[in-house]
């Protein structure tokens, strides 16, 4: 079954289902991710395809069912210090910024986390730049909406493939060990850096508290303006001044919010407005 043989019925409940539970928009020109990413579960579940799926889901399907269904379509894409500049923007621009400030305490969100490349990047350059700043305390606290992706992260175990993608050899060396089946295994003094939690960005951030820094990076682009404008107007809410918000290299506050401003000439990182 092609995407084209929903009816336009079909289509629109299962694209509001995924809207309204994960922001995620999608749009008919991606359709074609519910033939390979649902078929799958229709199979699992005994359905037919993925009508049968969407046939099941209007009928008070169980919790997990609807869980599963999310968790597929939403992108998991991630590696080790992605696109650089973020990171270097957060040792040669964001912490000396918070070290003027008086700050030697620090909270940082690394939101829709996927696999914990992200956040482990981050504990890793927290590391890295540690003598320049004595007495620095920081908790790293990591979400995402996908259960499965969260054990991953947790075990803090990754394959061959997955660290030579942007990991410098010299980290790899110093932050990992080699275990069986061509594994390598972060030690745990990085892995205790970091909190992994269940995270929905349409859901409240109330009870998260406070942060200093966001990594909110490649995940709003696939929400709709709207949906866009409400996380970042949200995230505003949480960040302790002057706060700063990573986004990724293509994505921007600008016509969304005015809450949140560009740094500068420093791509992808924003800060408080006035």
């Known amino acids: 079954m092609a995407a084209t043989d929903l009816t336009p019925d079909e ?10 539970r994960s922001g995620l928009a999608l749009t008919p ?4 991710l519910l033939e390979t990413r649902l078929q799958p579960i229709a199979r699992t579940h005994g359905l037919t395809d993925v009508k049968a799926l969407i046939a099941k889901l209007r009928t008070a399907p169980p919790a997990a069912l609807v869980h599963e269904v999310i968790e597929s379509m939403t992108t998991n894409e991630s590696m080790f210090f992605r696109d650089t500049k973020p990171f270097d923007h957060l040792s040669k621009v964001v912490f000396p910024a918070l070290k003027a400030a008086g700050k030697s305490r620090i909270r940082i969100w690394s939101a829709a986390c996927s696999t914990g490349q992200e956040p482990y990047s981050i504990a890793m350059t927290i590391k890295e730049e540690a003598a320049k700043y004595p007495g620095l305390q920081a908790e790293i606290y990591a979400t995402d909406l996908a259960e499965k992706v969260l054990e991953r992260s947790r075990s803090g175990i990754y394959s061959q493939f997955e660290v030579q993608r942007g990991l410098p050899i010299m980290l790899l060396m110093k932050y990992f060990k080699q275990v069986p089946g061509n594994m390598w295994q972060l030690n745990a003094d990085i892995k205790s850096m970091v909190t ?14 406070k942060f200093d820094i966001i990594f909110c990076r490649n995940v709003l682009i696939y929400f709709d303006e709207k949906a866009k404008a409400d996380v970042m107007n949200r995230i505003a809410t949480i960040l302790n001044p002057p706060g700063y918000l990573f986004l ?4 921007s506050t600008i016509g969304l919010t005015q809450k949140l401003v560009p740094m500068g000439d420093h791509r992808g990182l924003f800060t408080l407005g006035v």
Do not use: Q, W
């Not at 020109?29 to 074609?32: L, T, V």
């Not at 992994?196 to 508290?209: D, E, I, K, V, W």
């Open 29 to 32: 020109d991606k359709g074609y």
């Open 11 to 20: 289509f629109g409940f299962i694209s509001t289902l995924l809207k309204d």
């Open 196 to 209: 992994f939690a269940p995270g929905n960005l349409l859901g409240s951030f109330a009870s998260m508290g």
């Open 248 to 251: 990724g290299g293509a994505e």
